[in-house]
């Protein structure tokens, strides 16, 4: 399955956008238009899907920081996506009584163009107890049983935005050992327990991959130091020297990991990948190959191709020839919050034409007084 559309309603500095998603979403828009905050109303549903609203809407502090500043009536924070035009689930909550509250919560199923209710909140047992409606349907086994392919679907969503620091030492940020770390902590730890067969074919690829874009690079491995237990990425390096030097992730360069992280990613769940910026640390060259290195390694992929939603602000990324207008969507802020806009006729007939959506979309995203940055930097 994938995400066809998404409404957001009051949801940090979107006020009421509706939205269609394909295969590949690109986003841009300025710095602060809220590429990040679009990415994070999905992993927000991963995140209820898994511990439950309350602890998903508490990691991002409180009512208060994921509610729309310009909220009007009515205020209640709204989420609703749309699965292969097939399913469609809708979130609504509020604070009541200093408390998180579900105002609205359902489920459609369509088939043979028939529309079929499955679940719709608050029910009559929610209007008798009011307590039920702090705990979404999700997260509750006994209640989701008509509508679980929902609930599988939100929690394979996967958020990547790796910290090549915190992969080369995951110690430094905290002692306590992380879980599907979407920064990289347990980066090494998630590729050494996959399965043996399927972790080296996917290594396997990923070095062929490497090897081309990382001069010198070959050998792409993971095993156990003996002395400590861990688990290490060793590579290993050409050079002059009669015998080739190994290397583990801690001297691996922040585009090396970023590259490989990327990679890894591809294969390494079903739903949704969400990637922050991933032309970060990557030669320009690479970053214009991206969308068809992740093309070409999704479709070696055993399972169901995935979904990718892609925030940049990568002129090289957005020049592929490949991107077609109805992939990316344009986030512009203005006093109301952050619209979203769909290419309009004169761009799409401009990349009909062979323009890329580097040269018609992107300088739309440019702030309008850049130029006067200048004046302000001392001579």
């Not at 549903?45 to 009515?74: M, N, W």
Request: net charge neutral.
């Amino acid at each position: 399955m994938i995400i066809t559309k998404m409404q957001l309603q009051n949801w940090k500095n979107f006020g009421d956008v509706n939205v269609s998603c394909g295969k590949r979403v690109f986003l841009i828009g300025p710095n602060a238009s809220g590429k990040s905050n679009f990415l994070d109303a999905i992993r927000f549903l991963h995140d209820v899907s898994q511990d439950g609203i309350k602890k998903a809407v508490e990691t991002r502090g409180g009512i208060k920081s994921v509610r729309y500043l310009c909220a009007r009536k009515p205020s209640s924070v709204g989420i609703v996506i749309h699965l292969d035009d097939i399913w469609e689930y809708g979130l609504y909550f509020t604070s009541y009584k200093e408390n998180l509250r579900i105002t609205k919560e359902y489920v459609n199923f369509t088939e043979n163009g028939k529309t079929i209710n499955i679940l719709d909140r608050p029910s009559d047992e929610d209007k008798q107890d009011e307590l039920r409606l702090t705990q979404t349907a999700l997260q509750q086994v006994n209640v989701n049983k008509k509508f679980r392919d929902v609930a599988e679907f939100l929690s394979s969503i996967q958020y990547r935005h790796i910290l090549p620091q915190l992969v080369r030492d995951p110690k430094s940020f905290s002692p306590i050992p992380s879980n599907n770390d979407p920064y990289g902590r347990d980066l090494v730890s998630q590729i050494w327990n996959t399965p043996i067969n399927t972790r080296d074919a996917r290594l396997k690829k990923i070095n062929e991959a490497l090897v081309i874009a990382v001069p010198q690079l070959s050998n792409l491995s993971v095993d156990q130091d003996k002395s400590t237990g861990l688990p290490h990425l060793r590579v290993r390096y050409d050079h002059w020297r009669p015998h080739a030097g190994y290397q583990n992730e801690d001297a691996f360069s922040d585009g090396t990991l970023r590259l490989l992280t990327l990679l890894w990613s591809i294969f390494d769940a079903n739903g949704p990948l969400l990637l922050e910026e991933p032309e970060l640390s990557l030669h320009e060259e690479l970053v214009r190959q991206l969308p068809i290195i992740f093309t070409r390694l999704d479709r070696t992929r055993k399972k169901a191709a995935r979904q990718i939603f892609i925030t940049t602000h990568s002129e090289a990324l957005l020049s592929v020839p490949g991107i077609g207008a109805n992939e990316v969507l344009r986030l512009q802020p203005d006093n109301e919050g952050t619209k979203i806009f769909m290419p309009d006729k004169e761009d799409i007939m401009l990349m009909e034409e062979g323009l890329s959506a580097a040269e018609v979309l992107l300088p739309k995203t440019r702030p309008p007084l850049i130029d006067q940055l200048s004046f302000f930097m001392p001579l």
